[in-house]
T-cell receptor, first 114, second 113 residues
């Protein structure tokens, strides 16, 4: 158990809809990262937050947005969903120990867009 | 841009030693990480190299040569439970303190009896 929690575990929705994925980092970690893993694209970095502020952006679509709240939990919002957005979405956290050399991944949310 | 290359599949027998290579091209290189992922599971951290040389953690070792933009993960005394995907990932420190990991496409390791 990494100490990172993600909800929901599974999500099935229709094209055009909007969903919110939630992540709670390990206790004491200030950094939160979001990743998308699909069969054809591998593990892709989306965005990083540190103590409530956006710090790094990857291949995140404009239809996607994220935020980190004062209690350090984070949410990833996906809107105008397309079939191609079906993937595993992982949240990771770092910082409490080993600096940011090690990221601790949550169990993921499996999103299926029908 | 950035690119990482690693073999897509490796097969080895239980008890053997296997080496998974990773070559990378990136600007702003900070370090090379290795993660293990079992089917349907979350990636778990194995090792991190920021400096040239070998880092050993139990049965796993990782090597980095910054001048060659090359690293490898060495797994010794293979066990069936080591069957998984292994990802190398380049860490870049960005202006403003951002921290970005770019993952390779992964190497599927199959351990056979």
């Amino acid at each position: 158990d990494s100490g990172v929690t993600q909800t929901p575990k599974h999500l099935i929705t229709a094209t055009g809809q909007r969903v919110t994925l939630r992540c709670s980092p390990r206790s004491g970690d200030l950094s939160v990262y979001w990743y998308q893993q699909s069969l054809d694209q591998g593990l892709q970095f989306l965005i990083q937050y540190y103590n409530g502020e956006e710090r790094a952006k990857g291949n995140i679509l404009e239809r996607f947005s994220a935020q980190q709240f004062p209690d350090l939990h984070s949410e990833l919002n996906l809107s105008s969903l397309e079939l191609g957005d079906s993937a595993l979405y992982f949240c990771a956290s770092s910082g409490r120990d080993r600096g940011h050399n090690e990221q601790f991944f949550g169990p993921g949310t499996r999103l299926t867009v029908l | 841009g950035q690119s990482l290359e690693q073999p897509s599949e490796v097969t080895a027998v239980e008890g053997a030693i296997v080496q998974i290579n990773c070559t990378y091209q990136t600007s702003g290189f900070y370090g090379l990480s290795w993660y293990q992922q079992h089917d349907g599971g979350a990636p778990t951290f194995l090792s991190y190299n920021a400096l040239d040389g070998l880092e050993e953690t139990g049965r796993f070792s990782s090597f980095l040569s910054r001048s060659d933009s090359y690293g490898y993960l060495l797994l010794q005394e293979l066990q069936m439970k080591d069957s998984a995907s292994y990802f190398c990932a380049v860490r870049r420190e960005l202006t403003g303190g951002g921290n970005k990991l770019t993952f390779g496409t992964g190497t599927q390791l199959k351990v056979e009896l």
